[in-house]
């Protein structure tokens, strides 16, 4: 394939202004993202006193816990990219292009749309950094100049979000088979084994033994870091467990629907549990967060009535908000991760919506059963992971409840606030499916 | 012939500059079977589309008689009527199915009775009938991924059929098939209409197919240029 072909490939055609700023956008935010955080924890690291180790390790926590949120809005947008191409590659495909280019021109496109919602939320990184750097860690304002990242740094993030791109366009091209007619093969539902219940049951019960006896043998820094290990675990077993749970909890509201929503609802979810999970799994990380940013704000609280000395109340007092920062961070994230899958799911099944329309199928139906399929196993896992936390930080919990009920009211607000974003992220594209349920 | 089922008088539309339907009239016959037949860009698919309700014409009339109950003008009814008559009265057969793939076989066929109010066990046991008297018995819950060409095709008749539509519009429903899978599909398709006392339209380039309706309407340009009676 010659560069004038695969420039006339790449070009959008008449009528596909929305199918791009879709991707572009979600690559925008992507990089708004990724570089507001980077650029919040680069603060810390300037930081030299005795302190500054601790400062540094917290943020390094917070950003690995952003990081499970930040792929999959990353890997969303990026299968948003490639996604938009099927019909175009089948037409290929019956042109006679081979798959290799094929392949060049879905990669090249991707990466074309990666590199310029980068560069627009490198400016979205520009506009809001004075205010990130408003917010006071150790008594004052971290200030614009202690959040904005070096100009190499910001070049290996954008670079770092068209190789995502890249990458998860050569994988979904590899994943999805696409014959010569366009249609897209699914045969068999993806499953979610039991085994991962057991496995994860039998991670829950180490990590509440450890939790219980390390205090008790061990430091306060030997207790810091294996409480941060439990923190690690516990998502990691509700990543586990969270498809295999999604799928027994689908059976069970399949066997029950009575209505055509709740039916398609649910088979939705057990078409692919996997998929179901990555869509709301970051709201439920953020869930499990909440437990122990409620717990610790609330023993905070207590911490400051308790006359600790000044530089330990100011470190408390930092705690909860990077704790509240993360917690936000997350939210957006899970937020913008649900608007971008719901767009691209839309756009998937846009001649299955066409087709539905002709039968006269309302559009609420459909639009209550997807929004269905996301908030059931949204409130589900949500809920469980709570649940979770609050198992591993147990004793902590039972105290914090005792001297300070505020924290069960942060732990239900937050949550609360947490579904009520993603509820909102949904019904924001139900424009998108009104238009390709009423396409001619 | 029978009384009519559907009448169309004086149909135009236009998208932009083109002319897709330039004063057709048409009357279809309860019980009839009828093949529109035209190259590509004819204005068949507009005429399907106009006389299911599917789009409004720029002119023109369509009236639908149904057995029980007054005459209907489609054209003077507001988007979500007619969204509620082509899923209450009418069927459609599309060319490659587009079926939930989510779905098994028979709550695709079931959730068309299940939009229209009737309980998921009542509508499951009378998807299941239709889908054992197109030969689909025991393949109820397979998933769409995993039926052939053919089965999907006879899914989306027993879906067309489930809600008891007494006139049902195909377009191309064998566009995607082989000459035997065809011919399977459009056996099921007229058993399943005009052996039932119903009425067919079908949309298609197959002369194998139209040859197989009772009449066949040639369109060309917007137009109806011919009308044959099939044997």
Same mark, same amino acid.
């Given at each position: 394939m010659n560069a004038r072909v695969l420039a006339m490939l790449v070009r959008p055609s008449p009528g596909q202004g929305g199918l791009i700023a879709l991707p572009l956008i979600a690559f925008g935010v992507v990089t708004t993202l990724v570089l507001t955080v980077i650029g919040g924890a680069q603060s810390f690291w300037g930081w030299q006193d005795e302190y500054a180790p601790i400062y540094q390790a917290l943020a390094a926590i917070a950003l690995a816990l952003l990081l499970v949120p930040l792929m999959s809005l990353g890997g969303a947008a990026a299968r948003l990219a490639a996604r938009r191409r099927d019909e175009r590659l089948s037409t290929l495909r019956l042109l006679g292009v081979t798959p290799l280019g094929v392949g060049i021109a879905t990669v090249a496109e991707s990466a074309l749309l990666a590199a310029a919602g980068a560069i627009a939320g490198v400016v979205g990184y520009l506009l809001i950094s004075p205010l990130i750097g408003l917010i006071p860690f150790r008594g004052q304002a971290l200030g614009w100049q202690a959040v904005l990242l070096a100009p190499v740094h910001v070049i290996a993030v954008v670079g770092g979000v068209v190789v995502l791109a890249v990458l998860s366009a050569a994988v979904g091209l590899r994943r999805v088979v696409i014959s010569p007619l366009g249609v897209r093969m699914r045969t068999t539902a993806a499953g979610a084994h039991w085994i991962r219940f057991v496995l994860g049951a039998g991670a829950v019960a180490v990590a509440f033994g450890l939790a219980k006896i390390v205090p008790q043998i061990a430091g306060m820094v030997t207790t810091i870091v294996v409480v941060s290990l439990l923190f690690a675990a516990g998502l990691a077993v509700l990543n586990l467990v969270g498809p295999w749970a999604l799928k027994v909890s689908a059976r069970g509201w399949l066997k029950r629907a009575q209505v055509p929503e709740r039916l398609l609802a649910a088979r939705m979810v057990l078409d692919d549990p996997k998929a179901a999970w990555r869509q709301v799994g970051g709201i439920s990380m953020a869930s499990f967060m909440a437990v122990f940013a409620g717990t610790g704000v609330s023993l905070i609280g207590v911490m400051d009535s308790a006359g600790a000395e000044a530089t330990d109340l100011a470190l408390a007092r930092d705690m909860r908000t990077g704790l509240i920062i993360t917690l936000v961070a997350s939210f957006l994230m899970v937020a913008a991760s649900v608007g971008v899958n719901q767009a691209s799911a839309i756009l998937d099944a846009r001649e299955l919506h066409r087709s539905l329309h002709h039968l006269g199928v309302p559009l609420q139906t459909v639009d209550r059963a997807r929004t269905r399929a996301i908030m059931a196993p949204l409130l589900l896992t949500s809920i469980g992971s709570a649940l979770c936390a609050g198992i591993l930080v147990f004793p902590l919990l039972g105290i914090a409840l005792i001297v300070a009920p505020v924290s069960l009211l942060t732990i239900t607000l937050v949550v609360a606030v947490g579904i009520a974003v993603v509820w909102v992220s949904t019904r924001a594209t139900t424009p998108v499916l009104s238009r390709s349920f009423r396409a001619a | 012939m029978n009384s009519p089922v559907l009448v169309a008088h004086a149909l135009t539309k236009s998208y932009g500059a083109t002319r897709a339907l330039a004063g057709v009239d048409l009357a279809i016959a309860r019980g009839e079977s009828v093949a529109i037949m035209g190259a590509s860009g004819s204005g068949k698919t507009t005429l399907l589309h106009v006389l299911a309700g599917i789009i409004t014409p720029d002119s023109g009339s369509v009236t639908f008689h149904p057995s029980a109950g007054g005459a209907i003008e489609l054209t003077g009814m507001g988007e979500s009527a007619r969204s509620r008559l082509r899923r209450e009265r009418l069927g459609f057969v599309f060319q490659q199915g587009l079926l939930i793939p989510e779905l098994t076989a028979v709550e695709n066929v079931a959730l068309a009775s299940m939009i229209n109010g009737v309980k998921r066990a009542d509508a499951v046991q009378h998807a299941a009938s239709w889908l054992g008297a197109l030969g =689909?018995? #025991?393949? $109820?819950? !397979? !998933?769409? #991924? $995993? =039926?052939?060409g053919g089965q999907v095709q006879r899914v989306a008749i027993a879906r067309a059929q489930a809600t008891g539509a007494e006139l049902v519009f195909a377009d191309e429903p064998t566009g995607a098939l082989d000459s035997h899978t065809s011919r399977e599909v459009m056996d099921a398709l007229l058993w399943s209409t005009t052996g039932q006392g119903r009425t067919l339209v079908v949309v298609t380039h197959d002369r194998d197919v139209a040859a197989r309706c009772s009449r066949t309407i040639a369109v060309r340009d917007g137009v109806v240029v011919s009308t044959a009676v099939d044997a």
């Open positions: - | =689909l018995a #025991g393949m $109820e819950d !397979r !998933r769409i #991924g $995993e =039926l052939s």
